[in-house]
């Protein structure tokens, strides 16, 4: 909050006109990184530097690794990894892994692009999330869900000696980027490697997601992935099977 008017309490704010908390969110605002700045940084540095590194990316989904993957196949030599245990039903899994292969597939990447994949194992989610089945989506449930894949995500990007880690979630605006890449840092940290931070939504990702989705006619789903989750859509658009709520 440093320098607001907003803080002084019965003043107008000079931005905005307004008064009270919402100043306060305002000064809050002024203050939150800008992720994909940061990673906009690494990768002129890394360009300067000639270097094309290794990345280890965990994709959700194909729409949402449409746009991430055009994006940083121009400066990595990306593996992406599809470790999705929140994802139910089995059937959805297999379509949501399908759909990525035939993207990854189709499109023309800068560089290499490769794909990996993990088995089906739900049982780690529900047991992680135990007792939050009834959070909202973006709550606390939703937090271990992100931790649970980045987790993983980091740890073989250690094993397996990539430069970088990251994950495509910051894509959705239905996502807290600044969780995810607080949990992306953290996992960093835990495993000694590199973090890539990204919020892929700024610079109108999200919507070239949808250009991208339609191009290559993606399957997008109308939920996030868990059960818990395909249980909240509301009965009139249960059948819409194109919506974007699901990303
Ligand atoms: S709503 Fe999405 S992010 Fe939240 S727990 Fe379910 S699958 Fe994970």
Redo the contacts with the bound molecule.
């Keep these: 909050m440093i320098g607001c008017w907003c803080r002084q309490p019965g003043k107008t704010c000079p931005f905005r006109g307004c008064k009270g908390n919402k100043n306060i969110i305002f000064a809050a605002e002024m203050n939150r990184r800008n992720y994909q700045s940061e990673m906009d940084r690494l990768i002129d540095e890394l360009q300067q530097a000639g270097r094309v590194p290794t990345l280890l990316l965990h994709v959700c989904c194909a729409p949402c690794s449409s746009y991430c993957l055009e994006y940083l196949s121009r400066y990595f030599e990306t593996t992406v990894l599809f470790y999705n245990p929140?994802i139910s039903p089995l059937a959805e899994y297999q379509k949501r892994m399908d759909e990525l292969k035939r993207f990854v597939g189709e499109y023309p990447f800068i560089h290499p692009v490769k794909v990996i994949t993990s088995d089906y194992t739900p049982s780690v989610f529900y047991e992680s999330?135990k007792g939050l089945e009834n959070e909202p989506?973006r709550g606390r449930?939703?937090h271990i869900?992100?931790r649970i894949r980045l987790e993983e995500t980091a740890r073989l990007a250690a094993e397996n000696h990539f430069d970088y880690f990251a994950t495509t979630l910051t894509l959705s605006p239905l996502?807290d980027a600044d969780k995810l890449n607080e949990i992306g840092q953290e996992m960093g940290k835990k495993y000694r490697t590199a973090y890539l931070p990204s919020d892929f939504k700024k610079k109108e990702g999200y919507k070239r997601s949808i250009v991208l989705s339609a191009q290559y006619k993606l399957y997008r789903q109308n939920y996030?992935?868990?059960v818990?989750?395909k249980k909240a859509i509301p009965e009139s658009s249960a059948d819409q099977a194109s919506q974007a709520s699901g990303i």
């Design positions: 929140n999330v989506e449930r939703c869900c992100y996502k996030c992935g868990c818990f989750s």
